[in-house]
């Protein structure tokens, strides 16, 4: 399946590179971990341009999720939502989970990276570093005030135990319940984590 | 490692024998899942009686535990906390949680077990249906009343969330809050979950 004919100096955009360019930041990334890796090492170390690191994809976080052939990126799924109304947030991120991880695609990487995250030590340091700083610091960043990090890191893991219960243990009924019934059941404590109340046109329960 | 000696007919309360019926366990319980798999049906694989597997593991949950070498075993520390209270319910499970995982010697086997379901489908199904019928199904049972079953499931995915953020990825600053804080932070959830209120003693928040 490898492509063996030898290659001199910078490479350019084929299929092949871009297999390189993906082979060389999986092993930083398990090495080094989220935050030392940068695109520009990765670029340096496979030979090609910055530029065509960016142009393939676009940001550490695209890179990433790459790299771990992540159908649906979480990093850049969360980064949709995040615009608009804090307090309808809780609504707006469970929809776009449900909608990834519902879909067999997105979910079999997705739940592969989480299983990989808890038996490999340098596979969990990697996964946490983009959990908190991909998603838990960017919603403390969006909801403020007192406690933010605490608030999104229950907010986090409020859906992890959904994804858990739904995705991984397929543990009945959460596993089949349609998305109105999981927001009834989930929805409030999400909000009680970032305390925020529901918002007023899907306030009488 | 391995003692290669022959043996011949029944097999005795050694703990090579021991080992034997453990390998024979964890081999039936992955190809058959938890539900099919009897004491009596191992012992006769093993070779020895069935007095004793019994004498060994005490129960079924007790093989598995054994069968997966969990060093503390969750359907059995929960079974300790099911009497007493439904109104204090959550707190004696999430105190009895926090002392399970906050060994890391109860903890890496625990967590390579979530691991393993995460990966690979016929461990998936095993720990899913150990879940569901010595979890599950118990706390059902015990709380009663109408969706039993489903705030049951709810109330364990959140357990989930809280092992999936605390022990899998170490979210910080879950993963290094103390106990009062992790319970007022994930106690209302539990409650909800369950439908009961807080105990009087607790209940000014």
């Not at 969006?142 to 608030?151: L, V, Y």
């Not at 404590?189 to 007023?200: D, G, K, Q």
Request: aromatic residues 4%.
């Amino acid at each position: 399946m490898m492509n063996k004919s030898p290659r001199r100096g910078r490479r350019t955009g084929s299929p092949d590179t871009r297999a390189q360019i993906l082979d060389v930041a999986r092993r930083r990334f398990l090495a080094e971990g989220y935050e030392a890796v940068t695109l520009r090492s990765v670029a340096a170390e496979a030979g090609v341009d910055l530029a065509l690191v960016s142009y393939f994809f676009g940001s550490k976080k695209g890179l990433f999720g790459a790299a771990l052939a992540l159908a649906a990126n979480p990093a850049e799924s969360l980064a949709l939502v995040l615009e608009g109304e804090v307090e309808t947030l809780p609504e707006r991120v469970l929809t776009q989970l449900l909608h990834v991880w519902d879909d067999p695609e997105n979910a079999a990487p997705l739940r592969a990276m989480l299983g990989g995250a808890a038996q490999d030590p340098a596979a969990g340091v990697l996964v946490s570093e983009v959990v908190q700083r991909e998603m838990i610091d960017r919603i403390a960043a969006r909801i403020g005030g007192a406690d933010a990090r605490r608030r999104a890191c229950e907010f986090a893991s409020h859906l992890g135990g959904l994804i858990m219960a739904r995705y991984v243990l397929h543990l009945e009924p959460v596993a089949s319940l349609p998305a109105d019934e999981i927001a009834r059941s989930y929805l409030p404590a999400m909000r009680h984590a970032l305390r925020v109340r529901p918002a007023p046109s899907r306030a009488g329960r």
